[in-house]
């Protein structure tokens, strides 16, 4: 059992920067494979970043988010650069026991962030 709690949403203009963070709670963090994705209006969930003992991140964003932990804080932080409206979207945390990709469904995810990016 893993509770995620975000925060870090919010209104920012293009090209402007946030930074996501999600605690987590329960033990053994530094062994799950934690990941974010995103939904904009009207379309289906979009892998954005995920993170275990190494990186990955979707084609969209990369280069401009670096997705970290910090495992004695139990939380994992999407930053995110160089913003475009596109990247507006519900950010949702994601924690699994095996792994995080594109087509995965984890195994626990947070309650959601709002992220507007003006144009």
């Known amino acids: 059992q893993v509770q995620l709690v975000e925060s870090g949403g919010g209104l920012v203009q293009a090209g402007g920067s946030l930074r996501l963070s999600c605690a987590a709670s329960?033990?053994?963090?530094?062994?799950?494979?934690m990941g974010w994705f995103r939904r904009a209006p009207g379309k289906e969930r979009e892998f954005v970043a995920a993170i275990s003992w190494n990186t990955d991140y979707a084609d969209s964003v990369k280069g401009r988010f670096t997705i970290s932990r910090d495992n004695a804080k139990k939380t994992v932080y999407l930053q995110m650069n160089s913003l475009k409206p596109e990247d507006t979207a519900v950010y949702y945390c994601?924690?699994?026991?095996?792994?995080?990709?594109?087509?995965?469904?984890?195994?626990?995810w947070g309650q959601g962030t709002q992220v507007t990016v003006s144009s």
């Open positions: 329960g033990r053994a963090f530094e062994m799950f494979a």
């Open positions: 994601a924690a699994d026991h095996s792994r995080i990709t594109p087509m995965s469904a984890p195994d626990y």
